[in-house]
């Protein structure tokens, strides 16, 4: 979500820039035509849009830790729910971009046992310490006589647990 706040922002400044510009601008539109300077706002316009698009899709993927199992559902009009058994996650990795390791979020891929596919979360919030945490509760699921410091994680939407 840190890279959607920072597009709205960029967006709002080059608006209210482009905005100051056009009424700075002493020279008078033609008032037969629309304003050429007024096209500008078409490419924000668009940017706008991917902007939500894609803060949308964020906000639609919701990654839930109950007890001993790891939920992820996502969806808009058509929901997928994928759930694991936190005893048979074998693998969590973190992969980060150099621009992803400045701000801290991650991309991150569960394997299970038995498990054919892995399971990807992108683009969430300190990676590698949601990463410990999850096997921080596998391992206090596979041996619970070791007990952990972890308890119940709190729900997490736009892909950050």
């Known amino acids: 979500m840190k890279f ?5 922002v960029v967006c709002l400044l ?3 820039a482009l905005g100051v510009y056009i009424l700075a601008d002493p020279t008078p539109p ?3 035509k629309i304003d050429p300077r007024l096209w500008g706002f078409v490419p924000l316009v668009i940017w706008l849009f991917f902007t939500f698009w894609h803060h949308m899709q964020k906000r639609l993927v919701k990654i839930t830790i109950l007890g001993d199992r790891l939920r992820y559902e996502g ?3 058509s929901k997928s729910t994928r759930t694991i058994e936190l005893e048979k996650v074998q693998d969590v990795r973190v992969d980060q971009s150099l621009s992803q390791r400045m701000f801290n979020i991650g991309n991150l891929s569960l394997e299970t046992a038995g498990g054919t ?4 979360m992108d683009s969430i919030d ?3 310490g949601v990463a410990d945490h999850i096997l921080s509760l596998a391992r206090g699921q596979r041996h619970p006589e070791a007990g952990t410091d972890a308890g119940p994680g ?3 939407s736009a892909g950050g647990v």
Do not use: M, T
């Not at 596919?117 to 990807?120: A, G, N, T, V």
């Open 75 to 77: 969806g808009l009009f």
């Open 30 to 32: 033609d008032s037969k």
């Open 126 to 128: 300190n990676p590698q």
């Open 117 to 120: 596919s892995r399971l990807e």
């Open 4 to 8: 959607v706040k920072l597009s709205y």
């Open 154 to 156: 709190p729900a997490a």
């Open 14 to 16: 080059l608006a209210v």
